[in-house]
């Protein structure tokens, strides 16, 4: 059940992440509508504990896809990334260099620009190098290549 419930999250996130990216009409009834699903599905996730470390992996990613992604706030978004970041940093090292790891890694990047973080992303991508990237592994390195080009934390660009 839970399984199913990150998995929902993560392509409702995934959705609203890239929302008009292929050129698409965006209507804003469906905006706000995802915009209001994502953020209370991850809101309710928030407080669960996964009881395998690629259950908690995929949890994190999703809620900081999630969080991202949404414009709602209730007050507490920054603490509950600042949070999730910190059950991030736990599980890193005991996840194998996979797609999932380097999806955290790059996740975990665009809140905190820790360039260890970076290096440890490009990493698993270079083991990528002579084969097809699937699709996901695709929007990785893109939207990781779009962090190394803009390199500023939303709350310096804000203030």
């Known amino acids: 059940m839970l399984a199913s419930e990150i998995s929902t999250l993560y ?6 992440f890239y929302l008009g990216v292929d050129d698409s009409p965006i209507y804003s009834d469906h905006f706000t509508a995802l915009n209001r699903e994502v953020f209370h599905r991850a809101n309710i996730l928030f407080h669960h504990k996964p009881s395998t470390i690629d259950e908690e992996a995929s949890l994190c990613l999703s809620l900081l896809m999630g969080y991202n992604a949404t ?23 005991y996840l194998p260099a996979s797609l999932l790891k380097c999806q955290l890694l790059v996740a975990g990047y665009a809140e905190v620009f820790d360039r ?9 991508i270079n083991t990528w190098v002579g084969r ?19 390199p500023y934390p939303h709350w310096e660009i804000a203030d």
């Open 11 to 16: 392509a409702l996130a995934h959705e609203l």
């Open 71 to 93: 414009l709602y706030d209730d007050g507490d978004k920054q603490e509950r990334i600042h949070e999730i970041l910190e059950r991030c940093w736990k599980i890193l090292d």
């Open 116 to 124: 260890n973080l970076l290096d440890q992303a490009h990493a698993i």
């Open 132 to 150: 097809e990237w699937t699709d996901t592994e695709r929007e990785t390195v893109e939207y990781l290549k779009s962090l190394e080009e803009n």
